[in-house]
Every structure is written in structure tokens, then in C-alpha cells.
């Protein structure tokens, strides 16, 4: 038991004196990592605040399509620019073509009674202009 307790003892010692000699080496290890921690934190947080702030690439394609999926020019009552999203009166909502709408690059879309509005990524302008022409 004396000599477990003199290892012990004797090995703390060694590993004590060997922090000492060694502390200002260790200090600068700790201070280096932290910084590239650090320096990776502020890299990647900056990466995905730019890719957000890029508008998404709109799909646009012919005023014939678009108007073929909503089910016609005559379906169209009233239509509306509002940001990101186009809205639309219909006459009839049975004549949406669903799949040929987000084929023509319409990301989503609201459908209520006889109102439909349709969810645009990116530059929703742009498909308006394409369908309709200049915002009244």
C-alpha cells in the first residue's frame, strides 16, 4: 500500500513540474484553437447570411403556358402583385391546372374559393410582367 501511495504520489509531482515547464506552450495551444473556433464561427455564419440574402432564380416561360395552367385568359378575373406572390381571381378554380402551374416555376400555391395565390421563390414581378404585362 506504501508504494501505490508513493507512485501516486511521485507521478503527481512529475505531471505538476511538468505543467510548469510546459504552461505558456499550453496557454498559446488553448488561444489558438479558440481563435479558429472562432474565426470558423464568423466565416460559416457570414457564408449562409449572403447565400439568404441572394434572391432565388425564378423560372419564368411563356405568357401561353402560364395562361394554359391557370385555364385561360377569360378564367382570370382580377389579379394583384403582392411581393413574392401573385394573386388571382378565378372564375372557375376547377380549370387550375396544379402540375403545369409548378411546372411554369410557381414554387406553392393558396387556394381559397375562388381566390388562388400563387407562391413565387424568386422574382415574382418578373413572372407577372411575363403574363400580364406591366403592374397597373
Sequence with gaps: MELLKFLILDSSKDFN???????????????????????????????????????????????????????????ILDKKLEGRRIVLTLKDNSLLDKEKIKEAGVDGFIMMTSRVTLVIKGDASKVYEVIFGKQD
Excluded: D, F, H
Design 17 to 75: 513540474a511538468w505543467l510548469k515547464a510546459n504552461a505558456i506552450w499550453l496557454a498559446i495551444a488553448c488561444a489558438a484553437l479558440i481563435a479558429i473556433a472562432l474565426a470558423l464561427i464568423l466565416l460559416l455564419g457570414k457564408k449562409k447570411k449572403s447565400n439568404s440574402n441572394r434572391v432565388a432564380s425564378t423560372k419564368v416561360v411563356s405568357k401561353s403556358e402560364y395562361l394554359e395552367a391557370l385555364g385561360g385568359e377569360e378564367n
